[in-house]
């Protein structure tokens, strides 16, 4: 059974940083997509970060471009998210997501086999 479990979600200023980590059991990160995508109340979901487990190529949202980076541990079996300069506007509950399916774009959620189950931030400003 796949499970990915999010962490290092939390509270934090206008400014601030944040690391979120996103754990998979019963799946690999290799020569796939790996996402973090991000939904705040009454919006929709909106894809902030993707990377190719296979050779590191990554894509960003332009609302993240320069701020955020996505990142891999093969060792760990883990994804992460580096969120630098964070705005209120990043509040919002973020997930990851796996497993790419063929042809679909890395930063759209739907269009991934697995999702984990969230972890929120909060930028207060």
């Known amino acids: 059974q796949v499970q990915l479990v999010e962490s290092g979600g939390g509270s934090v200023q206008a400014g601030g940083s944040l690391r979120l980590s996103c754990a998979a059991s019963?799946?690999?990160?290799?020569?796939?997509?790996a996402l973090w995508f991000r939904q705040a109340p009454g919006k929709e979901r909106e894809g902030v970060a993707a990377?190719?487990?296979?050779?590191?190529?990554?894509y960003y949202a332009d609302s993240v471009k320069g701020r955020f980076i996505i990142s891999q541990d093969n060792a760990k079996n883990t994804v992460y998210l580096q969120m630098n300069s964070l705005k209120p506007e990043d509040t919002a509950m973020y997930y990851c997501?796996?497993?790419?399916?063929?042809?679909?774009?890395?930063?759209?959620?739907?269009?991934?086999?697995?999702w984990g189950q969230g972890t929120q931030v909060t930028v207060s400003s």
């Open positions: 990377i190719y487990t296979g050779g590191g190529s990554t």
């Open positions: 997501a796996a497993d790419l399916l063929g042809g679909g774009s890395p930063l759209s959620p739907d269009e991934y086999n697995y």
């Open positions: 019963g799946y690999t990160y290799s020569n796939n997509y």
